[in-house]
């Protein structure tokens, strides 16, 4: 029985989860936290803990272990290097979940690429606001620097969890209505745009690059702030070949995998 379900059985939750469940071994040769680690391990290997489980926290598992909090979080900072868990700030540690493969082609649609993988989608705007063009998105969309447009923040979400936090931008001269459209479009981006008159629309270029998170960021994406995202800053243009969207997308690293179709 897998660590979290023993304690769940056996009452031990909050004050009561002081009776040890898993034995580790002082002077053994084998450090504390490194014996941790082989046990929670071990349980999601047999898959006695299932992928997406919620998993014991830190001061469950000191009570269980009978050490201190510093030596599990060094355990579960290494469970989580290795991919096996994933920490979500607020929320707690999980069983890490197989990487989505998100796929990049000339027509991609977040609700597609991921229901392709057998997983829920669903969106959440987060914030829609007027701007002044910033360089890069007056560039990318061939407009003037500093002519409004649509920011809209976008939250994806894979059966419920957060992979991706966009920051859309639209001409607003050519989508003054995006807003009201987002409203009745369940937050999806390609039928808001359909709304406002454009059916269809691809992708023209897309560059990646990683680094840190902002502190806002990782929390949208609930994933720790020293864990890498992945940048992919995208142009999406018309049938005529006019550039409609800038988009930065960021991406939880441990979570998905950037795949290019051609």
Not at 40 to 68: K, M, Q
Request: charged share 30%; aromatic share 6%; net charge positive.
């Amino acid at each position: 029985m897998a660590i979290a379900e023993r304690m769940e059985a056996e009452g031990m939750t909050g004050r009561d989860a002081g009776r040890e469940v898993a034995r580790v071994e002082r002077g053994g040769g084998v450090t504390l936290w490194r014996q941790i680690e082989q046990v929670i391990e071990a349980d999601i290997v047999a898959g006695r803990a299932a992928a997406g489980a919620r998993l014991p926290t830190e001061a469950e598992l000191s009570a269980s272990f009978r050490v201190n909090r510093h030596t599990v979080r060094r355990a579960m900072e290494e469970l989580e290097r290795r991919g096996l868990v994933r920490i979500e700030q607020g929320r707690g540690s999980f069983v890490a979940e197989d990487v989505i493969d998100y796929r990049v082609g000339p027509r991609t649609r977040f609700s597609e690429v991921i229901a392709r993988g057998n997983r829920e989608p669903s969106g959440r705007v987060l914030r829609i606001a007027e701007i002044p063009a910033p360089d890069a998105v007056s560039a990318g969309l061939r407009i003037r620097k500093g002519r409004p447009v649509w920011l809209v923040e976008r939250l994806g979400l894979a059966d419920g969890r957060p992979i991706s936090f966009g920051l859309h931008h639209f001409p607003l001269a050519r989508f003054p209505d995006l807003p009201s459209a987002l409203a009745t479009s369940s937050g999806s981006i390609t039928r808001a745009l359909s709304t406002c008159g454009l059916p269809d629309y691809a992708r023209r270029t897309t560059r990646v690059t990683a680094r840190l998170p902002t502190p806002e960021e990782a929390d949208h994406l609930r994933q720790p702030r020293n864990r890498a995202v992945i940048v992919s800053e995208n142009i999406n243009v018309d049938p005529e070949g006019m550039p409609v969207e800038f988009c930065i997308g960021l991406y939880a690293a441990g979570r998905v995998q950037l795949v290019f179709e051609f």
